[in-house]
């Protein structure tokens, strides 16, 4: 069996579709993973244990200069990278026009498939014309989990199984830093902002149980931000440098646990089996938020939460990990 996953973006949808690699690998164990995803993602998917060769693609970028003789240069390498052999089964697990057409133009084996989504499900990215892109499409339910989605569309066109918990198998490196909370503050959506005076005073009762804690920034609006609860704090926080993706996984992997807004980092935390609190000012719980286990928990929802709740939710994570509830 040799399958192409076009997976992408955004970074947290990449992660959440993951877990379909370990389930087509129980099922196919000889199975040849490969994935089509945005360059940015590529370090990170290249981490996920059973993926053969990542296929770097860069839309977001080639949209700025489209008829740059560079641009479609890379285009055609692109092709022909994509194209270097043949596919059992192309999966398009982002069900959107673009997406669509990468699964497209990938070379089918004799009697090899492509396939997506055959309809839209509540609060998830998709594009009608699909259906006619590619060559099968899958029912799915209108209201539907991320994981369990990406993960109903492997099933329907390769037969895995999805009773099980969901596995990411990331692979990562570096040295335990025990008593260091990540807390990912980070967000591309400005609904997805917890105010600044929260995580103040949630550092401070972290610092106050001893906790060091750690400042991811990946842009100078992050870093300025970062920076600014640092000096509150004092030594006991660190912010964390520029650092590319697979870096940033092998800190946080380390790390004794994570709290974070609805982002990528906090959906890396689920994937790295961390205590995560995961805090969401906009009703998305029952479509990202974590799910079937103790110590990985959703709080907020219809409207941001307060501090209180969200440290009385990092307090239960600990005790769960600690098989103490």
Same mark, same amino acid.
């Given at each position: ?92 697990f982002q069900g ?68 099980? &918990?969901?596995?990411?198998? /990331?692979?990562? $490196?570096? +040295?335990?830093?025990?008593?260091? *909370?990540? %807390? ?12 600044? &005076?929260?995580?103040?005073? /949630?550092?401070? $009762?972290? +610092?106050?149980?001893?906790?060091? *804690?750690? %400042? ?22 660190? +912010? ?13 992997a380390n790390c ?70």
């Open positions: 069996m040799k399958l192409l996953i076009v997976k992408l973006s955004s970074l947290g949808d990449v992660i959440q579709t993951m877990p379909v690699v370990a389930d087509v690998l129980q099922k196919y164990p000889q199975a040849q993973i490969d994935w089509v995803v945005e360059e940015a993602f590529a370090p990170l998917v290249e981490r996920v244990q059973g993926v053969r060769t990542v296929i770097p693609i860069a839309q977001r970028r080639w949209r700025k200069s489209r008829w740059a003789e560079q641009t479609i240069a890379e285009k055609n390498a692109f092709r022909q990278k994509l194209q270097a052999q043949a596919f059992d089964a192309v999966l398009d959107l026009i673009k997406s669509a057409w990468v699964a497209r133009q990938a070379r089918l084996t004799h009697g090899g498939f492509t396939g997506t989504y055959g309809n839209a499900s509540e609060l998830c990215g998709y594009e009608w014309p699909v259906r006619w892109i590619l060559q099968r499409t899958y029912p799915m339910p209108r209201r539907i989990h991320a994981v369990a989605r990406y993960r109903a569309l492997a099933s329907a066109a390769l037969g895995t199984d999805t009773t099980q &918990a969901a596995r990411y198998a /990331l692979t990562h $490196h570096g +040295v335990p830093t025990p008593g260091v *909370v990540v %807390l990912a503050h980070g967000t591309t959506r400005a609904d997805n902002e917890w105010p600044a &005076a929260d995580w103040l005073l /949630l550092a401070r $009762h972290l +610092v106050a149980q001893g906790h060091h *804690v750690a %400042l991811p920034q990946a842009n100078a609006q992050e870093s300025v931000f970062a920076h600014a609860i640092a000096a509150e704090i004092g030594p006991m926080a660190q +912010v964390w440098p520029r650092l590319s993706l697979a870096q940033v996984l092998d800190r946080m004794s646990g994570v709290i974070g807004v609805d982002s990528g980092l906090s959906h890396l935390a689920v994937a790295l089996d961390l205590p995560h609190v995961q805090i969401f000012s906009q009703p998305r719980v029952w479509r990202a938020g974590p799910v079937g286990c103790e110590y990985q928990v959703a709080v907020g929802g219809d409207a941001a939460p307060d501090v209180s709740v969200v440290w009385q939710a990092w307090l239960q994570v600990v005790r769960a990990r600690s098989g103490s509830v």
